[in-house]
């Protein structure tokens, strides 16, 4: 499985965007998440969904600025974004499980593919 994370670019405070996290593979069975990692900190977990979407969960500092969505027709999952801040600036990495399925998945450990990252830049 590979997979392809788009959407990223440089967007005002205040400004919205999607990322699309598109697989190569059969992921429909995986749980899904997002993190992101700025300068100089540490990988942080964003949003997870699971493999049917029912269940999904967003860091508590993110929680009402997110949404999380999947498409496994299309192998595809999305985050929008809104009311963005500059310290939401970071390398946004999409990641799939294919231990876990229909839960939500928090840690960065129990996610076994990564996709390349898109950056994602706001300016004040």
């Known amino acids: 499985v590979q997979l392809q994370a788009s959407g990223g670019g440089l967007v005002q405070a205040g400004g919205s965007l999607r990322l699309s996290c598109v697989a190569s593979?059969?992921?429909?069975?995986?749980?899904m998440g997002w993190f992101r990692q700025a300068p100089g900190k540490e990988r942080e977990f964003v949003s997870g969904?699971?493999?049917?979407?029912?269940?999904?969960y967003d860091a508590a500092f993110l929680k009402g600025q997110v949404t999380i969505s999947r498409d496994n027709a299309k192998n595809t999952m999305y985050l929008q974004m809104n009311s963005l801040k500059p310290e939401d600036t970071a390398v946004y990495y999409c990641?799939?499980?294919?231990?876990?399925?229909?839960?939500?998945?928090?840690?960065?450990?129990?996610?076994?593919?990564w996709g390349q990252g898109t950056q994602v830049t706001v300016s004040s």
């Open positions: 990641a799939a499980s294919r231990v876990y399925t229909e839960v939500v998945v928090r840690t960065a450990n129990d996610y076994d593919y």
């Open positions: 593979g059969r992921v429909s069975v995986y749980a």
């Open positions: 969904i699971s493999w049917s979407g029912r269940n999904t």
